[in-house]
């Protein structure tokens, strides 16, 4: 992860965050001034940003909004107060409604975003500047730290193009939080062939098989979606899966419920996105599951294993 430190000073009411990159300056200012590099990693995992207007100039006024699984939204907005290009930008970041006009109860927030060079690379600091203790504490009982945290896990895969990123690592799995855990892998084809074999009964029976010696005997695919596989002609190794779509914004993000047939307990949540660069898309999986002792319980089956061996498969399909 690209985050060093992350500090709250509530004598100076400022709150600190600094990120070192394994890169050139000017592509990590390119990152953070480009509205569609930084919705990849503005919001955290499971929160994804969209940037519906970007004017980074000293007067200029930056929107955005934020989406969580079940389709909840944050919306916020910068007035862009100064700008030294390559080196630094300042801002005052709020919360607003649907209107585009400040939320009441919630603080706005100076923000500078500073850019330097290091022996490695780079270095971002971004510090946040709050009016009163009462609005630095606020923010940080929201969640800011560990928010910030895990959005700045993301960096890297902008930093880098898609290949030099993920090319040749397989399906990679981190663990997030006691209960989220992502999944990556590059898909070599576009994003629409990726969702589409997600989606098309036809193309899901050539791949989503797990290891080999598996056949999928059931798929229906829909708003309800239900998968059943067994082991060759052996009945008795018959399981499956059935999942509701949460939301669906084709062709780049699907969440959705899912729980294992005739099993008790709560379903797992799968987040589903998608980023196409250069004929090549990156497959995100984010997992939520409802406990610490389900995720590792489901880890500990060889599900990475299983995935990847699907995802070799996928990856036929789509060059297909």
Excluded at 45 to 64: H, K, M
Excluded at 71 to 91: D, I, Q
Excluded at 97 to 110: N, T, V
Aim: proline share 5%; charged share 25%; glycine share 8%.
């Amino acid at each position: 992860m690209p985050v060093t430190d992350i500090t709250t000073d509530p004598e100076n009411l400022t709150m600190t965050l600094v990120a070192d990159a394994a890169a050139p300056v000017a592509r990590l200012w390119e990152a953070f001034t480009d509205p569609r590099q930084l919705e990849r990693f503005w919001g955290p995992p499971g929160w994804p940003a969209t940037f519906t207007s970007f004017d980074l100039r000293p007067g200029g006024r930056v929107d955005y909004r934020m989406t969580s699984p079940q389709g909840e939204r944050s919306a916020g907005s910068w007035e862009v107060l100064n700008v030294e290009p390559g080196r630094s930008f300042e801002v005052l970041d709020s919360f607003i409604g649907d209107d585009g006009e400040k939320l009441d109860g919630f603080p706005s927030m100076r923000m500078l975003f500073s850019f330097e060079a290091t022996a490695e690379g780079s270095r971002l600091t971004n510090t946040t500047f709050f009016t009163s203790l009462e609005a630095l504490e606020q923010v940080v009982a929201m969640g800011a730290i560990e928010g910030s945290r895990l959005a700045m896990s993301q960096l890297d895969a902008v930093l880098q193009d898609l290949r030099a990123y993920a090319q040749g690592k397989g399906t990679r799995t981190e663990l997030l939080t006691d209960q989220h855990v992502r999944i990556t892998r590059l898909i070599e084809g576009s994003r629409e062939l990726v969702w589409r074999a997600h989606h098309e009964p036809e193309l899901l029976r050539q791949w989503l098989l797990g290891p080999d010696g598996w056949q999928m005997i059931e798929c229906e695919v829909g708003e309800t979606t239900r998968f059943v596989w067994q082991q060759g002609d052996d009945e008795s190794t018959r399981f499956g899966f059935e999942s509701e779509t949460v939301l669906s914004e084709p062709i780049w993000r699907e969440v959705s419920t899912e729980r294992m047939i005739g099993m008790p307990g709560p379903a797992t949540l799968n987040d589903l996105q998608l980023y196409e660069e250069d004929g090549a898309t990156l497959l995100t999986l984010l997992l939520e599951y409802p406990d610490r002792e389900t995720r590792d319980m489901i880890l500990a089956t060889g599900m990475t294993d299983g995935m990847e061996a699907s995802y070799v498969r996928l990856e036929a399909v789509v060059a297909g």
